[in-house]
Nanobody, 123 residues
Framework: VQLQASGGGLVQTGGSLRLSCAVF????????LGWFRQAPGKEREFVAA???????DYADSVKGRFTITRDNAKNTVYLQMNSLKFEDTAVYYC??????????????????WGQGTLVTVSS
């Protein structure tokens, strides 16, 4: 399976971006597709995730600002990011956890990763 993340860019504080994660290849009966981000010098952190059954969760830092959605026909998951802050600056990655478990928040639980897309929020 391959994941291709796109949509990053440079945006001013308060602006919006929509990231896309296209999934190619093998499909899974049960999965979680998650978004993570990694800022320079920091560990990769959970941002949002959506399960095969449409269960969704967000990191507290993005609740109310980010929205994760899925288009099954296009095998694509989106992350709409509004009211962006300087501290949202990071490389954003999408990943799949193919296990039949509740949403997991550690990056090590995810087995397949996209290449990352850079989001830069200028202050």
């Amino acid at each position: 399976v391959q994941l291709q993340a796109s949509g990053g860019g440079l945006v001013q504080t308060g602006g919006s971006l929509r990231l896309s994660c296209a999934v190619f290849g093998r499909t899974f009966s049960w999965y979680t597709l998650g978004w993570f981000r990694q800022a320079p010098g920091k560990e990769r952190e959970f941002v949002a995730a959506i399960k095969w059954n449409s269960t969704i969760d967000y990191a507290d830092s993005v609740k109310g600002r980010f929205t994760i959605t899925r288009d099954n026909a296009k095998n694509t998951v989106y992350l709409q990011m509004n009211s962006l802050k300087f501290e949202d600056t990071a490389v954003y990655y999408c990943a799949i956890d193919s296990s039949r478990v509740p949403i997991r928040y550690g990056a090590r639980s995810y087995h397949y990763w996209g290449q990352g897309t850079l989001v830069t929020v200028s202050s």
